[in-house]
């Protein structure tokens, strides 16, 4: 990859940005993540900034244009998780260009200050991202768990301890 990748936290000011992110998630990989770009569509700009402001929104930026996002909620979850990674996405464009690596990269980096050490996440079971999960150190702990969202369809949950 010639053009460097820029990670940073979304900041309220940010929510049109994180709005633009998640419609192009939503249209690209509804299958692959939770949500619903037609319910989306309709939020506010209050709903925006709640939802920015409940958990830590990291976008990755290539040449000036948001390429990925993933946000991590801190919370006491399953396997000693200390954080929970979702909504992982990267434009299809950007994929295998490092951008997975260094939003994990940034999230490794600051583990320590914002308790993100033992870090959880979810993927859909026959999701090619469980290559890419266990290529960043994750490890899929019990068995499947049947989606919420999307009920019959199961995820592995996957740990990563830093």
């Known amino acids: 990859m010639n053009s460097q990748v820029?990670?940073?936290e979304l900041q309220p000011k940010d929510w049109q940005?994180?709005?633009?992110?998640r419609f192009a998630a939503l249209a690209e990989s509804p299958?692959?993540?939770?949500?619903?770009?037609?319910?989306e569509k309709n939020?506010?700009?209050?709903?925006?900034?709640?939802?920015?402001?409940?958990?830590?929104?990291v976008v990755a930026t290539i040449d000036g244009k948001d390429v990925?996002?993933?946000n991590v909620e801190n919370l006491k979850g399953d396997f000693g998780a200390t954080c929970w990674l979702?909504?992982?996405w990267l434009d299809p464009n950007y994929r295998g260009q490092g951008v997975a690596r260094a939003i994990f990269d940034y999230l490794d980096a600051n583990a320590?200050?914002?308790?993100?050490?033992?870090?959880?996440?979810?993927?859909?079971?026959?999701?090619?991202?469980?290559k890419t999960?266990?290529?960043?150190?994750?490890?899929?702990?019990?068995e499947p768990q049947e989606s919420r969202g999307k009920p019959g369809h199961y995820y592995y949950r996957m740990i990563k301890a830093l």
């Open 43 to 57: 939020f506010t700009e209050e709903k925006w900034l709640e939802i920015l402001n409940k958990v830590t929104w």
């Open 6 to 8: 820029v990670i940073r």
């Open 133 to 142: 999960f266990e290529k960043f150190g994750f490890v899929k702990m019990g």
């Open 31 to 39: 299958e692959n993540l939770s949500g619903n770009l037609e319910e």
């Open 86 to 88: 979702g909504g992982l």
């Open 112 to 130: 320590e200050r914002k308790d993100w050490r033992v870090q959880g996440l979810g993927v859909m079971e026959n999701n090619p991202a469980i």
């Open 68 to 70: 990925g996002l993933i």
């Open 17 to 21: 940005r994180l709005r633009d992110l």
